[in-house]
């Protein structure tokens, strides 16, 4: 269904779907590893874990901003999020109300470039904490992604 823009063109709605797919599997991962007893936070079961959590992390911080753009593009502009940083963008979804604190965000950033670049026991333990910490913070932009919607 088109609605109309302010520059009275037609717009497309934004399929939150994958999105919401992606927190949904976050969800379940986070859930996993808490259930996991903290005496076998050692094994090979954990390890695996956590490796999980830290991918479904990954694939869902990159959904998540890729759709805070297209949501920009769709409702204020289409280009308005050409060429800008991923603080400026996190900046401007703070401004549309859409997330609260531009730099948790970019702290998510930050442990989603760790896993980029270097793999070991103490930055996977960084960011399996940064991952569950994103959850909600996850769970709170599709809230309000669809509130807009």
């Known amino acids: 269904m088109d609605i109309e823009t302010r520059e009275g063109l037609p717009a497309r709605t934004l399929d939150m779907e994958p999105l919401r797919r992606a927190v949904g599997a976050l969800g379940r991962s986070c859930a996993v590893w808490a259930a996991l007893p903290e005496e076998q936070h050692g094994g090979d079961m954990a390890e695996t874990?956590?490796?999980g959590v830290i991918q479904s992390f990954e694939f869902t911080y990159e959904l998540c901003w890729k759709f805070m753009r297209?949501?920009?593009?769709?409702n204020i502009a289409a280009d308005a999020a050409d060429g800008v940083t991923r603080r400026e963008?996190?900046?401007?979804?703070?401004?549309?109300?859409?997330?609260?604190?531009v730099e948790v965000w970019m702290g998510f950033h930050f442990a989603?470039?760790?896993?980029?670049?270097?793999?070991?026991?103490?930055?996977?333990?960084?960011?399996l904490a940064a991952a569950l910490?994103?959850?909600?913070?996850?769970?709170?932009?599709?809230?309000?992604l669809e509130e807009k919607a």
């Open 49 to 51: 874990l956590r490796a």
């Open 70 to 74: 297209r949501w920009l593009e769709m």
């Open 89 to 101: 963008l996190f900046r401007l979804c703070a401004e549309q109300k859409l997330l609260d604190d």
């Open 112 to 127: 989603r470039n760790i896993t980029s670049h270097v793999y070991d026991a103490e930055k996977a333990e960084e960011v």
């Open 133 to 144: 910490a994103f959850l909600p913070v996850a769970e709170n932009l599709l809230g309000r």
